[in-house]
């Protein structure tokens, strides 16, 4: 045993010495199992692995070691593999990257099905590779054993169990282009310890070489239906723009933003899709859906035209499916054709990828001299800027305590560009409403609503971008859910900043029980055995903050953010705030409860032209500007 383990370091480090760049020289050669894995996923650009060892992995983490120690791959040591798999989840995100993530046999692998399934519902590529029993032992319920294939089959792309290490090179190919390609998603590969030991003659596969007959994703969005829409938006008089994640994926977001100048429609996102439209631009609506802006409710209720860019009409989007966007007909682009016509049926179904959908569209209308006919959408415009101005989002302020809105307000102004995670709830709500994202810089688990998610997801982009500033915004109860990688931020001096919105409850349960179950707040407080943030953060030899009153909020956060290292500061808000505005279960996007309240209207409002958009007084017959009559 000793003398053939010698005889593979040898052959190891003379092919690793090789291949350090991606480069072979004289191939088959010698190799293990293991190393033709971690020599594969270097070829495909990987400089990042977040993971945890144990028995069946082991012998991956030993040709690891030894591609570290050459300055290869970098390993991050989570302390939880379901923080590996949020933290590749996070990195994937920010990067459009695949992220890749370890963990061994049995409960190895069982703790990073959570994070499996938050990239799977939010369409994340990520490379999972398992740890698994040796060949002969596999169905005898050896120790650590488990069935991580099957158990992940519902929430994977594809998985693949390697039988044969000359087959790796092959799978890890295959893998990165199923991830990458058509909807991205996670790719589990399973590795029997005894494959990973064992030798065989390694050729490498390289990047986009793999050949997968069968699997062809459409992405060019076919002729006819694009000339289709084409002429639905030339007719329509309220379009409205609704841009999922698709867009962010597919790095859409100057298409989106010609065609909506183009045709002047305005625009709203979903969860997933925030960042692929300016917030600030004029034709922002921000979200919609559930803690959706209310203008964006009343838009998507009252529009003729829903053009559905790269979203999926999930049910905290659409409220009452029968009646939303009922009076609209639906152009609806998707890369993922299972999804186009699954809960609304559209009358232009395109199934390509937005991006090269929409440059052909746009394509088409440059080369036709098509363009928005004048005036054609002012006066929806103009009704969507009165409900702007009329259901604005507030941001309350109390005499004795200090709101959310106004903690995520302020870290929003002092850090306009950075990157941000949030945990799941009210805070991710609020953060949604408040902050103002480019494009890749707002990860949240949006489809499975992932309380843990924030803080190692935040971590995977800081790794992934260590000269940014990433901001987790988190909650009293998410924050606990993985407050044990403190130590792997402690242990790498992983610069995040966590800031916890704490009530002292499961905010969202809370405000979910007082609204539909007579308040009855059954387990849902958090404050007796809630840390103390300062004594934690001591212990892990992090920097801890708590903000108690508005006078310590600026110069509170302005510390965190300036401080050079990990910082936490627990931001103690109003305790029974509740997140607005909200559409109820079983209820239309219109039917919004907590809108502020208007002041009364002066009996004569003004009118709007509907030619020009020029404001006249109420008793005008004609538009003095224009001539058009009223």
């Known amino acids: 045993m000793s003398s053939s383990s010698q005889i593979r370091v040898q052959q190891v480090e003379s092919t690793s010495s090789q291949t350090s760049r991606g480069?072979?020289?004289?191939?088959?050669?010698?190799?293990?199992?293991?190393?033709?894995?971690?020599?594969s996923l270097k070829r495909h650009g990987v400089e990042h692995i977040f993971g945890y060892p144990g028995g069946a992995i082991l012998p991956i983490y030993d040709d690891l070691?030894?591609?570290?120690?050459?300055?290869?791959?970098?390993?991050?040591?989570?302390r939880h593999e379901q923080g590996a798999s949020h933290a590749a989840d996070g990195y994937a995100r920010a990067t459009g990257k695949v992220g890749v993530c370890f963990g061994t046999s049995g409960p190895g692998a069982t703790n990073l099905v959570t994070g499996i399934a938050t990239a799977h519902m939010d369409s994340v590529p990520m490379i999972v590779i398992t740890g698994q029993v040796s060949r002969a032992a596999i169905g005898t319920d050896a120790f650590q054993e488990t069935d991580i294939y099957g158990i992940t089959l519902p929430i994977v792309k594809h998985s693949y169990v390697v039988r044969d290490p000359k087959d790796m090179a092959r799978i890890v190919a295959e893998a990165f282009h199923i991830a990458l390609s058509g909807r991205p998603g996670p790719v589990l590969i399973d590795v029997p310890k005894d494959v990973a030991f064992e030798e065989f003659d390694y050729t490498p596969v390289e990047p986009g070489s793999a050949k997968l007959p069968g699997y062809r994703p459409t992405v060019k969005g076919n002729p006819r239906q694009i000339n289709a829409a084409i002429q639905l938006i030339r007719e329509s008089r309220r379009p409205l723009l609704y841009v999922g994640g698709g867009a962010i994926t597919?790095?859409?977001?100057?298409?989106?933003?010609?065609?909506?100048?183009?045709?002047?429609?305005?625009?709203?996102?979903?969860?997933?899709?925030?960042?692929?439209?300016?917030e600030h631009h004029p034709l922002s609506l921000s979200m919609l859906g559930m803690h959706g802006t209310a203008y964006a409710n009343f838009a998507v209720t009252d529009c003729d035209l829903l053009i559905c860019v790269g979203a999926r009409f999930d049910d905290r989007v659409t409220g009452k499916l029968d009646e939303f966007a009922s009076r609209a007909k639906v152009i609806h682009i998707d890369i993922d054709p299972a999804e186009v016509g699954k809960n609304r049926v559209p009358e232009v179904p395109i199934v390509g990828d937005v991006k090269k959908v929409l440059t052909e569209l746009l394509r088409r209308c440059e080369e036709r001299n098509i363009k928005q006919a004048p005036q054609q959408t002012q006066e929806w415009l103009n009704l969507i800027n009165r409900w702007k101005e009329d259901y604005p989002l507030v941001i309350p302020h109390y005499a004795d305590s200090i709101s959310p809105q106004e903690v995520i307000d302020e870290i929003g102004r002092q850090a306009p560009y950075a990157y941000y995670t949030t945990d799941v709830g009210q805070h991710q709500m609020w953060a949604a409403q408040f902050l103002k994202n480019g494009p890749r810089r707002w990860i949240s688990s949006a489809g499975l609503g992932t309380m843990g998610f924030g803080v190692p997801a935040a971590m995977g982009v800081k790794v992934a971008f260590p000269d940014e500033d990433v901001i987790c915004i988190s909650g009293d109860a998410s924050f606990q859910m993985n407050l044990q990688e403190l130590g792997t931020l402690a242990q790498y001096g992983i610069n995040v900043k966590t800031v916890i919105i704490n009530n002292g409850w499961q905010g969202m349960v809370r405000q979910w029980q007082q609204a539909f179950f007579g308040e009855r707040y059954s387990n849902s407080n958090m404050e007796v055995g809630m840390p103390d943030i300062e004594l934690l953060c001591q212990a892990y030899g992090i920097k801890g903050m708590v903000i108690e009153n508005r006078e310590q909020l600026k110069d509170g956060i302005a510390e965190a953010i300036a401080h050079d290292g990990p910082v936490v500061v627990n931001a103690l808000v109003t305790k029974n705030e509740n997140c607005y505005p909200m559409v109820g279960p079983g209820k239309t996007n219109a039917q919004m409860v907590g809108l502020a309240k208007q002041p009364p209207k002066a009996v004569q409002e003004p009118v709007y032209c509907s030619n020009c958009g020029a404001k006249n007084e109420s008793t005008n017959n004609f538009c003095p500007e224009c001539g058009t009559k009223l």
Do not use: C
């Open 23 to 39: 480069e072979s020289n004289t191939f088959p050669q010698r190799a293990s199992g293991g190393f033709a894995l971690i020599d």
């Open 65 to 78: 070691y030894r591609d570290e120690a050459s300055g290869g791959i970098k390993h991050i040591l989570v």
């Open 250 to 278: 597919s790095g859409a977001h100057e298409e989106v933003k010609q065609l909506a100048e183009l045709f002047s429609i305005p625009v709203t996102t979903t969860l997933m899709g925030i960042g692929s439209f300016d």
